[in-house]
């Protein structure tokens, strides 16, 4: 059974330039989150769809959205880049949202670099 | 609000010692799940475990083995006989589990790299 997929795995902007991100998740999988990562701030929650529906969302800015498709596959979309936007960004996928908390599978991730 | 403390931000150790890397947590829900996940280079995060707020029996999985202590927020994660393989950064995380939470809502800790030398 295929894994969570993320493409690209390596991309480079500049600033002020936007960047989408992709990811797809298990098959059967419904629910997919986003996670930042950075050597300075850590692991941190972006957002969660389930059924093409954002379902929660993390203390960052407006610049960051995302949104899932009726495949379940899901992008996010960071614009106006900044410097400290340089990160691993981490898709996850689970079976299903909400009450019985399941496993969380995650993707390689997308290391973006902003110059 | 919820929070996962990694206090031992890197351990060395060499082979086939034993090593437990702590985590000690904080929330107010009754109901909660722990986890560990491991990060090796190649960035992918694996699931080792998941414990809900109610189990707190001990676990073992081969060498590896988990030990939950409600009364100390605690939820420590040993490595027995270590290998080089170990090496990785090993993440310990908090999730809500209420009724209508976000199952993909993770609370984690900033992670304990761990390097076994041979």
């Known amino acids: 059974k295929a894994g969570v997929t993320q493409t690209p795995r390596y991309l480079i902007k500049t600033r002020g330039q936007q960047v989408t991100l992709s990811c797809s998740p298990i098959?059967?999988?419904?629910?997919v989150s986003w996670y930042q990562q950075t050597p300075g701030q850590g692991l941190q929650f972006l957002f969660e769809?389930?059924?093409?529906?954002?379902?929660n969302k993390g203390n960052f800015p407006g610049r960051f959205s995302g949104r899932q498709f009726s495949n379940s596959r899901s992008e996010m979309n960071v614009s106006t880049l900044e410097l400290g936007d340089s990160a691993l960004y981490l898709c996850?996928?689970?079976?299903?949202?909400?009450?019985?908390?399941?496993?969380?599978?995650f993707g390689e991730g997308s290391r973006l670099t902003v110059l | 609000a919820q929070k996962v403390t990694q206090a031992q931000t890197e351990i060395s150790v060499v082979e086939k010692e034993d090593v437990t890397l702590d985590c000690v947590y904080e929330?107010?829900?009754?109901?909660?799940?722990l986890f560990w996940y491991k990060q090796p280079p190649s960035g992918e995060l694996v699931f080792l475990i998941r414990?809900?707020?109610?189990?707190?029996q001990n676990e073992i999985s081969g060498r590896y083995s988990w030990n939950f202590q409600k009364s100390t927020s605690s939820f420590n994660f040993t490595i027995t006989a270590s290998q080089v393989v170990d090496s990785a950064v090993y993440f310990c995380?908090?999730?809500?589990?209420?009724?209508?939470?976000?199952?993909?809502?993770?609370?984690f800790g900033r992670g304990t790299q761990l390097t076994v030398w041979p």
């Open positions: 996850a996928s689970s079976l299903q949202s909400g009450g019985n908390t399941g496993e969380l599978f």
């Open positions: 098959s059967g999988h419904r629910s």
């Open positions: 769809y389930f059924s093409e529906t954002q379902r």
């Open positions: 929330t107010r829900d009754t109901t909660y799940y």
């Open positions: 414990r809900n707020s109610f189990d707190e």
């Open positions: 995380a908090l999730s809500e589990a209420r009724r209508g939470s976000t199952l993909g809502r993770l609370y």
